[in-house]
């Protein structure tokens, strides 16, 4: 096997002493080259979990949060999808989507916009190829828009989430 040198140290204190001062740095590399696997999916996927939260009544135009989809104090969410579906009574349409609220009240929208006639179920999702970690105190809500008609409170609003918990 063949040692290839990665760097050369400058003379002095440093290459006396066999040191650097940038860390550990590996002074030669081996020429044999193996592959790596990313393992930190398998090791989430034993802490996948679901977690839901359904409003029923008379949704209003704008933020309506579903209260239990909050990141509990001393937890981490790391979200791989989420999916929030809005049910509309006779005479009552509007947009649904998924909305992410942080610290500071500050709103990004993680879907599109799905427009909702009267009497039916349209779902907005998103999946993420790689996990957004949300901290604690984070909502994970739904935004509704462009409300027309009264609603009276046969309306439902429901927000899902595919999560994995840990200790923060």
Sequence with gaps: MKIIPLTNFPKGLLDLVGSNNFGENPREMSDLIT???EIGRLYLAQFLTTVAGI???APTAGFNLIANLVVPTGKVWALYSV???????AGVAGDVLVSLVSIGNVRTFLS????TAASQ???STTQF???VMLPAGTKLGVYLQNITG????AS???CNALIAEFRG
Aim: charged content about 15%; overall charge negative.
């Design 35 to 37: 592959p790596v696997m």
């Design 55 to 57: 409003g029923v009544g």
């Design 83 to 89: 999916a929030a579906a809005f049910t509309t009574e």
């Design 112 to 115: 599109n916009s799905v427009a």
């Design 121 to 123: 179920t349209k779902m």
């Design 129 to 131: 190829s790689d996990p």
């Design 150 to 153: 009264v609603p009276t409170g």
């Design 156 to 158: 439902s609003v429901e």
